[in-house]
């Protein structure tokens, strides 16, 4: 007879507490079904407790550790009990017990039961409520025990009844995604229920259980999952806390119609009057019931037909041969799954044409091109390509296999087929696949290939894992928060080598459901959390089908950030009686994200502003409305406030408009913002808006009263811009009038100097530019003749040397042209101050009267005077200019003019003087037996010459 000390457990097991010398005796098990009884017997016996003589005893009494002492209960509830004890610890090694023996029995009951333990406390499980209980605790060693132990008497406490657990639980599907879920209360309440807890999940998947708090005893679950089974069980609640679970009912929702049309859709042509149409079925989440067949619809692509050709097919199959068709047609193809309760949506259409002529089956087809295998444990996975021979008709493959021959099992497969998996084989295997094309004639030549099936895992026991231990929550910052954690079943090193995870679960106090994370480490950041918010954090472990239960919670919460939101609700109210005080008042921010320290209100009478121009009027601490004193009646006030905390100030709130009264208590209140008040009161350029009505403080309507605002219309702005820019212009005008005018003087200037250039010289050219007087070159003569006078020598090489200065920097290309032994002279006869160019020309001229040379015709003409070589043949008449001692040079070296700047750019053109040629070889002064005065006069004239014609070219480029 079963007792509370004798027990059955797991249904085989025979478990007797408090072993006494009558419980030894003969056991039988015996075992009974339809066909007979089977009986099995076992023979228990009790030791005798060996008994000591007197000198065993007192030898032995003497090594026997001391009991134990202060034996309390340290904690009493109503099923367990707490002991702790003392023993001295002034003992010698020999007398260090080994452990202690804790017997417990019913009070007046003579079985007694044991827990051996060694350490100074014990819990004692299993205990009934209000029930006295006689405990004793004795010590051993290795010499004995020690049986000196007074024991003491505990009554457990009274049990706090919580219910049992529901009964009659019934589920009942009422539609697609919704259950209903009866049940009947516990029976024998004594105390009354104060609400029920209904715990479902999806059976399918079982990732979580969802729960909610029911106070009837039936409710309806919705938002569920269609043709999907969930499992219920109900849980009562009474004032002490939750009761026993009720045992789990299961209940599957209505099916409907596939939520999504089949995969993988494809057809092609198998002959010129067939097409193979191939699928897969929905997926398993979107099935919504049983697939009780497929519906293919077709139609030629040109004809556009609106119904087409529809047939059906079992929910088995997946692809079907259209028949009957046209050749050389295009046909437009999808594919309906149905259910119970209808057609699903349709796949979008496959489009393919069928052949012109059929392929040639008067042969067997070819070998595959490749064949792949991929092994697992119990499956292998086969992949092909089709034979390089396309004209072949092709009606399907047959997939051999065997442990270490082929051909051992085969399965056809459709012509169409690529991938096949073959199923149920042994583990640690050698299997030979083969493959090989078929049609009407025959079978092609096969393929082989060789793969081991992989070893079978072990599979880990069931038993539940340990959950992890020492989580910390570490705060990083306002949003962060560091989680680390150990597990025990990892060892010391701590290094994961599985392929277990974690996953930890967190939350706050007022959210109904957590918040999952997963991890492959022993750590995991937490962000995007909640500023200032308490969080509770949990890990639990998983690997493989195992998991283990929820760790102890940790708390923690994160830091304060500065204010994300404004405060709301700023409304300013005017005191009765007192037009220059307002009140203004306000709701704290919606995240304030800490402890809000103070409020910043700002006001000002000019909304363009900076935030640094505006009045600041602080409050402290988490006061909600504040008196702004002092204030200008019948004046428009701008306000606005922000939150602050210990980290920082939080945003703007949006700008509140109020007028102050008038002196005689009228008007003021709130005027309500523009919408683009915004941009305005942050304008560079202050403009003028219209605010709209302005509610007073009787009710009426009225326009706010002016002032305050300070802003430059709009029309002056323009204005200002339109006079800026016609002084731009007046400026501008008065700078060309200026600049013309004096090119207009400037040339009237030059017109003046040319005419009076023009009296002086009627025959000067007008084309020709004026010749440049500052040349730095030097002419060299050759000295031939010595009939001179030193005197005479000199004056010729200062005028030779103007004549060389003249020739070589002349701007006008005639000027160039002319022989290295021109020189500037006077005219016979002309006793003026004209000038021109006096060119040596040969004694007898040529018919035209052009230039003629001193020397003879096959003379080359130099560039420089200095170049000149005297001829060896010709006439031996030359000018005495020709001939001149080397004191020529040194006269010629030292009248170099200095270098004159460029003229400027405004001067006009100059008017060049004629040009008259004379002919030196026939002038008096080449005769070579001259006399001195004759020279000395005309070298005197020349040096008058040079002079006017230097200071006419200095006044004309002085302009």
């Known amino acids: 007879m079963m007792d509370d000390y004798v027990q059955m457990t797991e249904g085989r097991n025979l478990r007797i507490l408090g072993v006494m010398k009558s419980d030894q005796g003969m056991y039988q098990c015996t075992a009974t079904n339809a066909v007979g009884m089977i009986q099995a017997v076992a023979q228990l016996a009790i030791n005798e407790r060996k008994i000591l003589d007197e000198d065993q005893l007192s030898t032995s009494n003497s090594l026997l550790p001391p009991p134990a002492t202060d034996i309390t209960a340290a904690y009493m509830s109503s099923r367990f009990v707490t002991l702790a004890w003392q023993y001295s ?7 260090e017990p080994l452990g202690f023996l804790v017997y417990w029995k019913e009070k007046d009951s003579v079985r007694e039961r044991v827990l051996n333990t060694s350490s100074i406390e014990a819990s004692i499980q299993d205990l009934k409520p209000s029930t006295k209980y006689d405990i004793r605790v004795i010590t051993y060693n290795a010499y004995g025990i020690n049986n000196d132990s007074m024991p003491i008497a505990v009554e457990t406490n009274a049990e706090d009844f919580v219910p049992a657990s529901p009964v009659n ?21 004594s105390d009354p229920i104060t609400h029920y807890k209904l715990y479902y999940y999806n059976i399918n998947d079982g990732a979580f259980e969802f729960d909610t708090n029911v106070t009837e005893t039936r409710y309806t679950v919705t938002g569920l999952l269609k043709f999907s089974r969930y499992g219920f069980r109900i849980v009562a609640f009474n004032k002490n806390g939750p009761g026993v679970s009720s045992d789990e009912v299961t209940c599957r929702t209505f099916s409907d119609v596939p939520s999504q049309p089949p995969q993988n859709v ?3 042509a198998a002959s010129s009057t067939s097409i193979v149409v191939t699928w897969e079925p929905p997926p398993d989440g979107s099935q919504n019931g049983i697939i009780t067949g497929y519906k293919i619809r077709y139609k030629q692509k040109l004809r556009g037909e609106r119904s087409g050709n529809t047939v059906t097919t079992d929910g088995n199959l997946h692809f079907m041969e259209l028949t009957g068709l046209d050749r050389n047609t295009e046909y437009m193809i999808r594919v309906q799954a149905l259910t119970v309760n209808g057609s699903g949506p349709a796949s979008s259409w496959a489009i393919t044409e069928t052949f012109l002529h059929d392929l040639d089956e008067t042969s067997v087809p070819g070998q595959p091109t490749s064949l792949r295998v991929r092994a697992f444990t119990n499956s292998i996975a086969v992949s092909w390509t089709p034979p390089v021979e396309q004209d072949i008709m092709i009606r399907g493959y047959i997939l051999g296999y065997g442990i270490g021959i082929p051909d051992v099992y085969s399965q056809i497969l459709d012509a169409k087929m690529r991938y096949h998996t073959i199923k149920l084989l042994k583990p640690s295997s050698e299997y030979v696949i083969s493959l090989k ?42 949003t962060t928060i560091l989680l680390t954690w150990s597990d025990n079943t990892l060892g010391q090193s701590q290094r994961i080598t599985d392929n277990r995870y974690y996953t930890v679960r967190y939350g706050t106090k007022v959210q109904t459901k957590y918040k999952m994370m997963n991890s492959t480490d022993l750590n995991l950041h937490v962000e995007e959390l909640r500023p200032d918010t308490e969080y509770e954090f949990s890990v639990r472990v998983t690997k493989s089908n195992r998991q283990s239960t929820w760790s102890l919670s940790v708390f923690n919460r994160t830091k304060e950030s500065v204010p994300t939101s404004s405060p709301r609700d700023l409304t300013p109210v ?22 809000i320290t103070g409020y910043l209100i700002f006001y000002t009478t000019d909304a363009t502003e900076p935030d640094s121009e505006w009045v600041l009027e602080e409050v402290r601490g988490d006061r909600l ?8 009646p019948e004046t428009t006030y701008y306000f606005r406030i922000r939150a602050r905390n210990s980290v920082g100030q939080g945003p703007m709130s949006p700008t509140v408009i109020f007028q102050t009264s008038s002196l005689d208590g009228t008007g003021g209140g709130i005027i309500e913002t523009p919408d683009d008040f915004g941009s305005l009161n942050r304008s560079p350029v202050r403009s003028t808006w219209s605010y709209g009505r302005l509610q007073n403080n009787k009710g009426s309507t009225e326009p706010p009263a002016s002032g305050g605002s300070g802003m430059i219309s709009s029309v002056v702005l323009w204005i200002i811009i339109g006079c800026l820019g016609g002084v731009m212009v007046v400026v501008l005008v008065i700078a060309v009038a200026v600049f013309f005018c004096r090119r207009k003087a400037m040339a009237k200037k030059m017109i003046k100097q040319d ?14 530019n004026p010749p440049d007087l500052w040349s730095h070159e030097t002419t060299e003569l050759t000295h031939n003749d010595k009939e001179f006078s030193e005197e005479a020598l000199d004056e010729i090489g200062e005028q030779i040397s103007g004549i060389k200065r003249y020739n070589t920097h002349s701007t006008d290309s005639r000027f160039r042209s002319m022989s290295p032994c021109s020189i500037p002279m006077v005219s016979p006869g002309d006793k003026s101050s004209y000038y021109g160019i006096v060119k040596f020309l040969p004694r007898d001229p040529d018919e035209t009267g052009s230039v003629r040379t001193c020397s003879s015709s096959n003379s080359t003409p130099r560039v420089n005077a200095g170049d000149i070589t ?15 001692t080397g004191s020529l040079k040194k006269s010629a070296a030292t009248l170099q003019s200095p270098v004159r700047p460029v003229p400027p750019v405004l001067c006009l053109p100059l008017r060049t003087p004629d040009i008259t040629t004379v002919d030196l070889c026939s002038h008096p002064l080449a005769s070579k037996h001259g006399s001195a005065e004759e020279l000395s006069a005309e070298m005197a004239s020349l040096e008058g010459l040079m002079k006017d014609l230097t200071a006419i070219t200095q006044e004309q480029f002085d302009c």
């Open 89 to 95: 610890n002034e003992l010698q090694e020999t007398m």
């Open 169 to 189: 639980v019934l589920a009942t599907a009422s539609s697609t995604t919704s259950v209903d879920v009866s049940w009947t209360p516990p029976p024998n309440l």
């Open 266 to 268: 494809s057809a092609e």
């Open 437 to 478: 094309a078929f049609n009407n004639v025959g079978e092609g030549v096969p393929i082989y290939e060789t793969t081991y099936t992989r070893e079978e895992a072990t599979p880990e026991p069931h038993s539940p894992m340990m959950p992890p231990v020492a989580l910390k929550a570490i705060v990083l910052s306002s």
């Open 574 to 595: 005017a005191m009765e009686g007192k037009i220059t005080t307002i009140i203004l008042n306000w709701q704290p921010p919606r995240h304030p994200n800490g402890q």
């Open 625 to 632: 409305s504040v008196t702004i004193r002092d204030l200008t």
């Open 755 to 768: 005419k009076l250039s023009e009296q002086k010289s009627k025959f000067v050219p007008r084309d020709l």
């Open 870 to 884: 005297q001829s060896s043949t010709g006439r031996s008449s030359k000018h005495p200019l020709l001939n001149v």
